[in-house]
């Protein structure tokens, strides 16, 4: 079974600042996906960076930036400038295998608070 | 605005009745899954199909079904209603396996 901890249930981070949120996660899969979504307070899911096992260069989005190190399984997402509206929770997400039909395996999230 | 449609956004029943969420998934994505988000389990995969057809199943319980229609569009049933689903309800779809799953706003289940 899969699984993806992230270790940090709250972060706080002052506007303009980098940030960096943990994610480990555990597969004896060779193929697989990493995703990390942010859910505001208002409730919505949104996609922001995917790192595919074997992509060779880290994923970039923007701001954002998947610090991806396969031998230790880890993948964390680098929140740089930080602005007031990156206040949300965080999750981290594995796509499962095709027996699971590629669904995304979530950890518990990090809230950010992004302060002034 | 993620192209995923979800409706109602809101639902409020009483234990033992039965409801039906929608979802229409972006155009031209195949996938759609089904996911429940409560604060003691996190979000959990429940059910995914492709082009039609059910192909994978996570944590769903028997009291609740789903079915994706031939344009695409999803419902999932939830029956026999307990307080313990109370949950917010994602629909996601994607263009393909390994692809990002986009997300629709979720539909927020309250069980009196």
């Known amino acids: 079974a899969q699984k993806i901890t992230q270790t940090q249930p709250g972060m706080f981070v002052q506007e303009k600042e980098a940030v960096t949120l943990d994610c480990t996660y555990d597969?004896?899969?060779?193929?697989?996906?990493l995703f990390w979504y942010k859910q505001p307070s208002s409730g919505e899911m949104i996609f922001l960076i995917y790192?595919?096992?074997?992509?060779?260069q880290n994923a970039t989005e923007g701001r954002y930036s998947l610090n991806f190190q396969k031998a230790r399984k880890s993948a964390n997402l680098v929140i740089s400038a930080s602005q007031l509206g990156d206040s949300a929770m965080y999750f981290c997400?594995?796509?499962?295998?095709?027996?699971?039909?590629?669904?995304?395996?979530f950890g518990k999230g990090t809230s950010l608070l992004v302060t002034p | 605005d993620s192209g995923v449609t979800q409706t109602p956004k809101h639902l409020i029943t009483a234990t033992g009745q039965r409801v039906t969420l929608r979802c229409s998934p972006r155009?031209?994505?195949?996938?759609v899954y089904w996911y429940q988000q409560s604060l003691d389990q996190g979000l959990q995969f429940l059910i995914q199909?492709?082009?039609?057809?059910?192909?994978a199943k996570g944590n769903i319980l028997e009291r609740f079904s789903a079915q994706q229609f031939p344009d695409l569009h999803s419902e999932l049933n939830l029956s026999s209603l307990e307080l313990g689903d109370s949950a917010l309800y994602f629909c996601?779809?994607?263009?393909?396996?390994?692809?990002?799953?986009?997300f629709g706003d979720g539909t927020r289940l309250s069980i009196l």
């Open positions: 996601a779809s994607s263009a393909g396996t390994g692809r990002p799953q986009h």
């Open positions: 597969t004896s899969d060779q193929s697989y996906g």
């Open positions: 790192q595919g096992s074997y992509d060779e």
């Open positions: 997400a594995m796509r499962e295998g095709a027996n699971s039909g590629y669904a995304l395996n």
């Open positions: 155009s031209g994505d195949l996938s």
């Open positions: 199909y492709y082009n039609g057809e059910e192909r």
